[in-house]
C-alpha cells in the first residue's frame, strides 16, 4: 500500500510527466524507444503513466536514450520534490 501512495504523490507524477516530455522532445515514440531499450512498449507506458516505479539505472537508460543528462534529470527530481512538497 505505501508504493501505490507514493505513485500518485504529485512529486512522482511530475516526474512520470518528465519522462514523456522527453521522450517526445526527442522525436521518438513509445515503440521506438521501446526497441531502443530493448523493453517492451508496456515498460515505456506504465513508467510514463505512474504504474512502474523507476530504479535510478533504469531512469539513467530512460534518459539517456532521449539524449537527456544525468544532471537535467536530477533537477527535474528537485523540482518534483520541492512542487510535491
Avoid: F, N
Avoid at 12 to 24: H, Q
Avoid at 33 to 53: A, D, F, N
Avoid at 73 to 80: E, L, S, T, Y
Amino acid at each position: 500500500m505505501g508504493s501505490q501512495k507514493a505513485l500518485e504523490s504529485k512529486s512522482y507524477i511530475l516526474l512520470c510527466d518528465a519522462l514523456k516530455e522527453w521522450r517526445e522532445q526527442s522525436g521518438q515514440t513509445q515503440i521506438q524507444l521501446s526497441v531502443r531499450l530493448s523493453r517492451p512498449q508496456s515498460y515505456i507506458s506504465k513508467c510514463e503513466s505512474g504504474h512502474r516505479r523507476m530504479d535510478s539505472i533504469e531512469m539513467y537508460e530512460y534518459a539517456s536514450a532521449c539524449g537527456v543528462s544525468w544532471e537535467e534529470v536530477g533537477q527535474v527530481i528537485k523540482k518534483a520534490i520541492k512542487a510535491g512538497g
